[in-house]
T-cell receptor, first 116, second 108 residues
Framework: DAGVIQSPRHEVTEMGQEVTLRCKPISGHNSLFWYRQTMMRGLELLIYFNNNVPIDDSGMPEDRFSAKMPNASFSTLKIQPSEPRDSAVYFC??????????????FGSGTQLSVL | GQNIDQPTEMTATEGAIVQINCTYQTSGFNGLFWYQQHAGEAPTFLSYNVLDGLEEKGRFSSFLSRSKGYSYLLLKELQMKDSASYLCAVRIYNKLIFGAGTRLAVHP
């Protein structure tokens, strides 16, 4: 399996521009998570989906952020308009279905976002 | 609210043993995870505890005390490649909340 695939790996944009980050989870996984990592705040959960449905978006910082999961193999995280404080590494992670509580998350390689 | 605390940085010597502590105050606790993250890379799963006690996996062990809200990760026979950040994470219902991480530097 190719693992969780994120694109792009690096994104440099100017303040005010729209940014779209993409994620393809591992085939068969039914939960998908978007995290943001910065030195100051660590790894923060933004939103997660279960069976393509958003379950908890309480971590989304503000209305400029939106996420979608139109099908089981694709999700996007959009920032519009972007601001310099959005600069961070954005990780997507997926988890396989199951009743056991020990299912681990599989992370993608992340997208390094720089907003100038 | 949720609070997960772990030391910011630790240093240790190659071949030694190091213990990284994590304390948490959360509601809806469903398990505690440890992840390893090398600089510039994604976090990778190390261990998981849901019941009190010690889980051993090779050179790595993890301990949990739910009544004390306390866990530790024990790394034995340290190698240079163990230099990384170690993230404590608590599963709350169906989501994983991470602590800020402990940067471990292993020196010769």
């Amino acid at each position: 399996d190719a693992g969780v695939i994120q694109s792009p790996r690096h994104e440099v944009t100017e303040m005010g521009q729209e940014v779209t980050l993409r994620c393809k989870p591992i085939s068969g996984h039914n939960s998908l998570f978007w995290y943001r990592q910065t030195m100051m705040r660590g790894l923060e959960l933004l939103i997660y989906f279960n069976n393509n449905v958003p379950i908890d978006d309480s971590g989304m910082p503000e209305d400029r952020f939106s996420a979608k999961m139109p099908n089981a193999s694709f999700s996007t995280l959009k920032i519009q308009p972007s601001e310099p404080r959005d600069s961070a590494v954005y990780f997507c992670a997926s988890r396989e279905p199951g009743a056991a509580l020990g299912e681990k998350l599989f992370f993608g390689s992340g997208t390094q976002l720089s907003v100038l | 609210g949720q609070n997960i605390d772990q030391p910011t940085e630790m240093t240790a010597t190659e071949g030694a043993i190091v213990q990284i502590n994590c304390t948490y105050q959360t509601s809806g606790f469903n398990g505690l995870f440890w992840y390893q993250q090398h600089a510039g890379e994604a976090p990778t799963f190390l261990s998981y505890n849901v019941l009190d006690g010690l889980e051993e996996k090779g050179r790595f062990s993890s301990f949990l005390s739910r009544s004390k809200g306390y866990s530790y990760l024990l790394l034995k026979e340290l190698q240079m490649k163990d230099s990384a950040s170690y993230l404590c994470a608590v599963r709350i219902y169906n989501k994983l909340i991470f602590g800020a991480g402990t940067r471990l530097a292993v020196h010769p």
